[in-house]
């Protein structure tokens, strides 16, 4: 965000009260979360013991809530044993959610598909007894590396059914990041298509599948291939299989496999502070509990609705809020498959129009874009099926926050803007539609059973309502993070070495304003924020420094528009390249960078250097680096600085 931005987050002072109408039918209302909230803060075992109770279907009930003994290696209903596929999909069909649609599919270039709880479950199992025909087992990896196309939501459960740790790789990242996930999780089979549509192109899925694979130290045993495109591809007779193949060939039943609450369902992989991304690890019963329990609160979703999540399965938000609470919950999802303004910028609200979808959810990079294309767009179509909209992602400057409210929810609906992260599996602090008053840029307050606070350097609760600090968390949730996938160290460091491990460490800033209400205001790591997506600084300067043309390369994010961060990296060429056509070489590392990350990843902006300005101790003095990429004033004392020059080098 830009300083202007901030500023008017911090100078925000509208108030939207909750609508009457909203209240009234809403699935918390103000007494309901009062209570929620004293019993969380008095009973903790007893309030998340009930809520785990009520809402999962257990095939053997748990006596103990938290096991803290190895804190902060939580676990939770850790005596309990759970099917999470049965739990989306099985435990509905004996009611009338059984002929209900699970899923509504649309495809870029129209065509619909319905899939309903009782088809889903089939396919579900199918693929499940697919996947134990390979040999695939309790505790074994699988990557699906897949469009955004039912299959993938399939693959997903299917894996839950017979207890395999999916890891979903995003479609748009490439096939080097693809390759890392693979061996860094040993998976021994991997699922894709032969390839996805995205803005009328065809996304080569396998054919980055075969280089993942080539370039893998590890080798997966199978690769499924679904049939998306029909371009050809290269199949290796033994290792590639069609899905349509073995779809043919596979009964239909499989019994699902009962695991231990704290068996991980899934693994998924996210930037920090250092080059490699770190595989976050969540669990079976604790993930599944607090992805429905948000999922019902938040979007208060009832049995009619329609409810759209725009965000891929390769993202947290994805697996969270397409698959796990909605489908637990017995929603009808709705589902596409393509880019928002293809063909036009009409795209999504012909598509909320035509479903009529009730409950639409998205990020503010999406909502931005749009919203500069013009009123227009919006006002063609009939968006009065909408009641509710929320937001995920970034923290959401209030002008986007108002034409959302104003152009989309017609001032009907309540936003909820949702702070959480890949590593907390569910909303943490939210507005609930039905209590909570609205301030635009605020995600406002925790959800019951959540206790962030905000502390300084030296862990001290601030009291102030003006400064920011660490936002950390002072209690475990069933929904947090378990691990980092084969690194127990780097899980203990990165969340909560800081404060001696009292604290779950966020990464983020917030302050905290006189009405208890929540302001993020950026992360305090190097990590950017592009798109709603993170990218750690290291992992593009990593990438960079692989080039042969590069000798040394530092990245920093600036504002932008649209994306919030745009990406400017500041490179230092090899001697033996330095006479080259500067512009032709830039162009190259940008290519160079969305090969190794995925085209998310790709810089802005390349500026050459001679040297980069790094303090005497060798530090690269990043500060300076964001001021000159802003296109500040330097006003930083440079005199630390071990090459002053370069700094005028650089502003020029
Ligand atoms: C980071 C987490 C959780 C799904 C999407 C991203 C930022 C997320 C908000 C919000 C302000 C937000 C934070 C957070 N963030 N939602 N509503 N307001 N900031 O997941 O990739 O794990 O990123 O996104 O900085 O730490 P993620």
Redesign the pocket.
């Given at each position: 965000m830009s300083g202007t931005q901030i500023e008017s987050i911090l100078t925000e002072a509208r108030t939207f009260p909750v609508p009457e109408e909203f209240a009234r039918q809403a699935n918390m209302d103000q007494a309901q979360y009062e209570a929620l909230c004293r019993q969380a803060a008095e009973n903790p075992a007893e309030f998340w013991g009930k809520l785990a109770r009520d809402h999962l279907h257990w095939d053997k009930p748990f006596n103990q809530v938290l096991d803290d003994s190895q804190a902060p290696f939580y676990k939770w209903f850790s005596d309990g044993e759970l099917n999470v596929s049965v739990n989306c999909l099985d435990r509905h069909l004996d009611s009338p959610t059984r002929n209900k649609a699970a899923i509504i599919w649309e495809s870029e270039q129209g065509e619909v598909v319905t899939l309903t709880y009782a088809q889903l479950h089939r396919e579900v199992s199918r693929f499940a007894a697919t996947l134990q025909d390979l040999g695939i087992h309790l505790g074994d990896r699988v990557a699906i590396y897949m469009p955004m196309v039912p299959e993938a939501v399939i693959a997903m459960l299917a894996c839950a059914r017979i207890g395999a740790i999916h890891t979903v790789v995003f479609g748009g990242f490439s096939a080097e990041a693809l390759k890392d996930r693979i061996e860094d999780t040993q998976a021994r089979l991997l699922i894709t298509a032969d390839g996805g549509y995205r803005a009328g192109k065809v996304v080569p899925l396998k054919h980055n599948a075969d280089q993942a694979l080539s370039r893998s130290s590890h080798a997966v045993e199978h690769m499924i291939v679904f049939q998306r495109t029909g371009e050809e591809v290269n199949m290796q007779s033994g290792r590639d299989l069609w899905w349509h193949d073995l779809a043919a060939k596979a009964q239909v039943d499989c019994a699902p496999l009962a695991v231990n609450a704290e068996h991980p369902l899934l693994i998924l992989y996210?930037s920090g502070s250092t080059g490699k991304p770190k595989g976050i690890v969540h669990s079976s019963g604790g993930y599944l509990l607090w992805s429905l329990l948000t999922t019902h609160w938040v979007f208060d979703l009832k049995p009619t609705d329609v409810y759209w999540c725009t965000a891929d399965i390769g993202?947290?938000?994805g697996h969270s809020y397409v698959v796990y609470g909605p489908l637990a919950l017995g929603a009808t999802v709705f589902m596409y498959e393509g880019a928002p303004t293809y063909p036009d910028a009409g795209r999504f609200w012909d598509m909320i129009e035509h479903h009529r979808v009730n409950v639409f959810y998205t990020a503010p990079t999406a909502i931005r874009a749009l919203m500069k294309l013009g009123d227009e767009w919006p006002n063609r179509y009939d968006l009065s099926s909408l009641r509710l909209l929320g937001?995920?992602?970034?923290?959401?400057n209030p002008e986007a926050w108002m034409w959302y409210y104003k152009v989309i929810g017609k001032e009907r609906c309540p936003i909820a803007?949702?702070?959480?992260?890949?590593?907390?599996g569910g909303h943490m602090i939210s507005p609930l539609p039905g209590v909570t008053p609205l301030k635009p840029g605020s995600?406002t307050r925790p959800l019951p059973g959540i206790f962030p606070d905000i502390v300084d350097e030296e862990g001290e609760i601030i009291q102030s309502t003006e400064a920011g600090g660490y936002l950390v968390m002072t209690r475990p949730w069933p929904g947090m993070l378990r691990t980092v996938w084969g690194d127990e160290a780097r899980y203990i460091e990165n969340y909560w070495a800081k404060f001696n491990n009292r604290f779950y460490v966020?990464?983020?800033s917030a302050h905290r304003d006189m009405d208890g209400y929540y302001w993020?205001m950026?992360?305090i790591d190097d990590v950017l924020?592009v798109s709603?997506?993170?990218l750690g600084t290291m992992e593009i300067e990593s990438a960079l420094v692989a080039h042969p043309a590069v000798a040394e390369a530092a990245v920093v994010g600036r504002p932008h528009e649209i994306k919030g961060e745009a990406i400017c990296a500041f490179v230092v060429l090899r001697q033996s390249h330095a006479g080259e056509d500067m512009d032709a070489l830039a162009q190259t590392l940008r290519a160079h960078v969305a090969d190794a990350i995925g085209p998310i990843a790709r810089p802005d902006e390349i500026r050459f250097t001679d040297n980069l300005p790094k303090t005497r101790s060798g530090k690269i003095m990043r500060r300076l680096l964001r001021a000159i990429a802003r296109g500040e004033e330097i006003t930083q004392d440079t005199s630390t600085l071990e090459n002053e020059e370069t700094v005028r080098q650089l502003e020029r």
């Amino acid at each position: 965000m830009s300083g202007t931005q901030i500023e008017s987050i911090l100078t925000e002072a509208r108030t939207f009260p909750v609508p009457e109408e909203f209240a009234r039918q809403a699935n918390m209302d103000q007494a309901q979360y009062e209570a929620l909230c004293r019993q969380a803060a008095e009973n903790p075992a007893e309030f998340w013991g009930k809520l785990a109770r009520d809402h999962l279907h257990w095939d053997k009930p748990f006596n103990q809530v938290l096991d803290d003994s190895q804190a902060p290696f939580y676990k939770w209903f850790s005596d309990g044993e759970l099917n999470v596929s049965v739990n989306c999909l099985d435990r509905h069909l004996d009611s009338p959610t059984r002929n209900k649609a699970a899923i509504i599919w649309e495809s870029e270039q129209g065509e619909v598909v319905t899939l309903t709880y009782a088809q889903l479950h089939r396919e579900v199992s199918r693929f499940a007894a697919t996947l134990q025909d390979l040999g695939i087992h309790l505790g074994d990896r699988v990557a699906i590396y897949m469009p955004m196309v039912p299959e993938a939501v399939i693959a997903m459960l299917a894996c839950a059914r017979i207890g395999a740790i999916h890891t979903v790789v995003f479609g748009g990242f490439s096939a080097e990041a693809l390759k890392d996930r693979i061996e860094d999780t040993q998976a021994r089979l991997l699922i894709t298509a032969d390839g996805g549509y995205r803005a009328g192109k065809v996304v080569p899925l396998k054919h980055n599948a075969d280089q993942a694979l080539s370039r893998s130290s590890h080798a997966v045993e199978h690769m499924i291939v679904f049939q998306r495109t029909g371009e050809e591809v290269n199949m290796q007779s033994g290792r590639d299989l069609w899905w349509h193949d073995l779809a043919a060939k596979a009964q239909v039943d499989c019994a699902p496999l009962a695991v231990n609450a704290e068996h991980p369902l899934l693994i998924l992989y996210t930037s920090g502070s250092t080059g490699k991304p770190k595989g976050i690890v969540h669990s079976s019963g604790g993930y599944l509990l607090w992805s429905l329990l948000t999922t019902h609160w938040v979007f208060d979703l009832k049995p009619t609705d329609v409810y759209w999540c725009t965000a891929d399965i390769g993202w947290i938000t994805g697996h969270s809020y397409v698959v796990y609470g909605p489908l637990a919950l017995g929603a009808t999802v709705f589902m596409y498959e393509g880019a928002p303004t293809y063909p036009d910028a009409g795209r999504f609200w012909d598509m909320i129009e035509h479903h009529r979808v009730n409950v639409f959810y998205t990020a503010p990079t999406a909502i931005r874009a749009l919203m500069k294309l013009g009123d227009e767009w919006p006002n063609r179509y009939d968006l009065s099926s909408l009641r509710l909209l929320g937001t995920v992602g970034e923290p959401i400057n209030p002008e986007a926050w108002m034409w959302y409210y104003k152009v989309i929810g017609k001032e009907r609906c309540p936003i909820a803007d949702t702070w959480w992260q890949t590593e907390t599996g569910g909303h943490m602090i939210s507005p609930l539609p039905g209590v909570t008053p609205l301030k635009p840029g605020s995600c406002t307050r925790p959800l019951p059973g959540i206790f962030p606070d905000i502390v300084d350097e030296e862990g001290e609760i601030i009291q102030s309502t003006e400064a920011g600090g660490y936002l950390v968390m002072t209690r475990p949730w069933p929904g947090m993070l378990r691990t980092v996938w084969g690194d127990e160290a780097r899980y203990i460091e990165n969340y909560w070495a800081k404060f001696n491990n009292r604290f779950y460490v966020a990464g983020d800033s917030a302050h905290r304003d006189m009405d208890g209400y929540y302001w993020i205001m950026g992360r305090i790591d190097d990590v950017l924020n592009v798109s709603g997506h993170r990218l750690g600084t290291m992992e593009i300067e990593s990438a960079l420094v692989a080039h042969p043309a590069v000798a040394e390369a530092a990245v920093v994010g600036r504002p932008h528009e649209i994306k919030g961060e745009a990406i400017c990296a500041f490179v230092v060429l090899r001697q033996s390249h330095a006479g080259e056509d500067m512009d032709a070489l830039a162009q190259t590392l940008r290519a160079h960078v969305a090969d190794a990350i995925g085209p998310i990843a790709r810089p802005d902006e390349i500026r050459f250097t001679d040297n980069l300005p790094k303090t005497r101790s060798g530090k690269i003095m990043r500060r300076l680096l964001r001021a000159i990429a802003r296109g500040e004033e330097i006003t930083q004392d440079t005199s630390t600085l071990e090459n002053e020059e370069t700094v005028r080098q650089l502003e020029r």
